[in-house]
């Protein structure tokens, strides 16, 4: 919804072609999204001396981080970290990994492997370990495997002990794949947010709709009145059709030095043509670029505080994106 909005803003402001690849994008989204729910995308598929993981590369500088598969020799693997990593950064403070710039990082249980390629040290990590199907027996079996090159931080340390005994966990063709994105928690949260968009995108692109399609025109007006103590505004007359209209703007708005502005003076100002006792000092451009940027802010910014309240008084399940803000257990 959000993007649509801003595909419809570029379109109506004349740059087709950027607005077309937003909706391009829209619809690439939709996509990856329905295919992320029927096709959860495997973590960890062993074979013969190998293990192919799918994660994200570590880096505090990347804006974004795309996913990506690595194919590790197991002789090659150096260390893996579990749970809720903790290393020594300033002052000696226990902090998150550096190269996980989540803002959940501190709450969030990682699977994090450093691995040697090339001659050089690389690290892939998966951000939450308990979105993994069957993710205690994945650490029974890295155990296993690796024995004392695997650390597992937190209550994670007793959680795994059950798993130790899987003993066939982990053999070649063993894979785990991401928990299916409808599992009741996480689906409750997902329906959640998306009704809370479409409510509320729903009413931004009822407004934005109809102001953008206000036919405005220009035409003159007489300042009736100035108010430096409301905002530097001012109150104006104009006539339309032998009828006399009153409005009110901001000099800021109008573009207009307000130390200047006296009762008499004339300004321009734009009417609707259907309800001319609608009108606006702003060019049809800017009100349009408002109404719509007002529209993105309110169905993305809106949900998400719900999101944060609801998880902030655990009203719904647990969903490790929003760790961060809920209670401690």
């Known amino acids: 919804m959000v993007l649509a909005l801003g595909a419809v803003e570029l379109l109506l402001l004349g740059y087709a072609f950027v607005g077309y690849s937003g909706f391009a994008v829209v619809i690439f989204s939709l996509l990856t999204a329905i295919k992320r729910v029927l096709l959860p995308r495997t973590v960890i598929d062993i074979s013969t001396g190998r293990m192919l993981v799918t994660g994200l590369n570590p880096g505090w500088w990347k804006l974004v981080k795309l996913w990506k598969s690595v194919d590790i020799p197991l002789g090659d693997v150096t260390d893996i970290r579990i749970g809720r990593i903790r290393e020594k950064g300033f002052f000696g403070a226990d902090v998150p990994p550096l190269g996980a710039i989540s803002k959940g990082a501190r709450t969030q249980e990682f699977l994090w492997i450093r691995y040697n390629s090339s001659g050089e040290t690389r690290e892939i990590y998966y951000p939450d370990i308990r979105s993994i199907s069957n993710w205690m027996q994945l650490i029974g079996a890295m155990r296993r495997m690796f024995g004392d090159r695997v650390t597992v931080f937190g209550g994670l340390a007793t959680e795994g002990e059950s798993a130790r005994g899987a003993a066939s966990f982990g053999d070649a063709g063993s894979k785990v794949s991401e928990k299916p994105l409808h599992s009741r928690a996480k689906m409750t949260n997902v329906m959640v947010w998306i009704a ?128 961060v803000v809920r209670p401690r257990e």
């Open 196 to 323: 809370a968009v479409a409510v509320f995108g729903f009413g931004s692109f009822i407004s934005v709709w109809h102001t953008i399609n206000r036919k405005f025109v220009a035409t003159r007006a007489t300042v009736t009145n100035v108010r430096p103590s409301n905002h530097l505004s001012f109150e104006y007359a104009y006539t339309v059709g032998g009828a006399q209209f009153f409005g009110q703007g901001t000099a800021g708005r109008a573009d207009l030095q307000f130390e200047r502005m006296r009762p008499g003076d004339v300004v321009a100002i734009y009417y609707d043509t259907n309800q001319p006792a609608v009108s606006t000092v702003e060019p049809t451009e800017v009100v349009r670029a408002r109404a719509i940027g007002c529209g993105i802010a309110v169905c993305a910014v809106i949900p998400l505080l719900l999101m944060i309240l609801l998880h902030r008084f655990a009203v719904l399940p647990r969903w490790s994106l929003f760790d």
